[in-house]
Each structure stands twice: as C-alpha cells, then as structure tokens.
T-cell receptor, first 115, second 112 residues
C-alpha cells in the first residue's frame, strides 16, 4: 500500500526551464510534507518542507505548492540548472499518536537537466 | 562535524549469517530511523525510534531488529539475512518531528 504516490518517475528538462514533480497522498492525518534531494552515492538531504496551513512555500528557486482538498503537493524548480540533476523524493508524516518518527516517502523522480 | 555515521559502507554476506549495521549520530537527536532504498520503490521505513528504549515498526520491518540503548546509537540487526534483503540501507536522525531527517551515507548490502 503506497500512501504517497509520486510522478513522473523521470524528468528531462533543459537548462533554464521549470521542473515540476507531483505527489499525492491518501492519509488525511499527514501534516508535514518535506522534499528530499539525493545525489548519486549520497544519502537524501532535506530540501524544503511545508505544513498544511499554507498553500505555498518558496526557498530560492524551489517552491512547494500544496492543495489540501485535492491531497496533492508539488515541487517546482525554477531556472533549472545541470547541478540540480538528482533524484527527488517527496514524503509525508503526521504527529498523531506515537507516529512522530514515521516518515513515508514517494517512489522518487530522477531529474536530468541538460546544459 | 554534525553527522550520521553508518558502517560498513559495503557488505557482502551469505544467507543466514547474522549481521549488524551500526549507526551513530553526534547531534543529540531524539529520533532515529532505518530505511531501505530499492529501485522503483523509493525509500521504505524499516524501524524508527522516538527515544532511548522506544522503537516502533515502519512499513517493512519483517526480518529486521533494532535496539536503542543509547541516544546516539541505533543498530540494525539482520538475524538471518535472505537475498530479498539485498538493498541500500540508510540510517537517519532528527531533532524532533517537523525538523527533517539527516541521513547517513548508506550501506550497500548484498546477500548471496
């Protein structure tokens, strides 16, 4: 049972373009939605995160858009650069009960930015 | 340097031979967790721990054990490894809920 579904599996973008990765979740108790970036041979690193009380969060070229009613959230990378080429994971968790540490990830998106 | 250290980085073992992958963090984090990463499946949580002596199952706990006797250490134990446990394993820690996890560099395990 995949509680967080991520698409697309892979994405190719030209330098300077916009990269968009989408995620959908099922559990309405989720209340924390982070995105992680992973380079080859490395562990994932926290990129940006959002709580459901806001619809958008921007940090530099990275923006999360959140649609609570549709149970969807997305990552937008503006002015994509070759250095952004990596695997991106969305994730979700909730603080209810004893589940403080439980973080569910999507399947990942391999982003390639061509120069 | 603040980090999560896991060892070994690479391990090849045979079916049924007990092994332990160690994980240590130097950030005084409350939460620690183990994940496995498989192509097309993303990262799946094996076990997590909210504090010393407090652990809970993630999404794929079968065949794994953990312990949290000290705040900084969270070893992953495979009592009787099988080939379907061949995977890339990550340990991670977090100061608190909503702060995001810091991941280690990974352990690539092959069970033959």
């Amino acid at each position: 049972q995949q509680q967080v579904k991520q698409s697309p599996q892979s994405l190719i973008v030209q330098k300077g373009g916009i990269s968009i990765i989408n995620c959908a979740y099922e559990n309405t108790a989720f209340d924390y939605f982070p995105w992680y970036q992973q380079f080859p041979g490395k562990g994932p690193a926290l990129l940006i995160a959002i709580r459901p009380d806001v619809s958008e969060k921007k940090e530099g070229r990275f923006t999360i858009s959140f649609n609570k009613s549709a149970k969807q959230f997305s990552l937008h990378i503006m002015d994509s650069q070759p250095g952004d080429s990596a695997t991106y994971f969305c994730a979700a968790s909730n603080a209810g009960g004893t589940s403080y540490g439980k973080l569910t990830f999507g399947q990942g998106t391999i982003l390639t930015v061509h120069p | 340097e603040a980090q999560v250290t896991q060892n070994p980085r690479y391990l090849i073992t045979v079916t049924g031979k007990k092994l332990t992958v160690t994980c240590s963090q130097n950030m005084n984090h409350e939460y620690m967790s183990w994940y496995r990463q498989d192509p097309g499946l993303g990262l799946r949580q094996i076990y997590y721990s909210m504090n010393v002596e407090v652990t809970d199952k993630g999404d794929v706990p079968e065949g794994y054990k953990v312990s949290r006797k000290e705040k900084r250490n969270f070893p992953l134990i495979l009592e009787s490894p099988s080939p379907n446990q061949t995977s890339l394993y990550f340990c991670a820690s977090s100061l608190s809920w909503g702060k995001g996890y810091t991941f280690g560099s990974g352990t690539r395990l092959t069970v033959v």
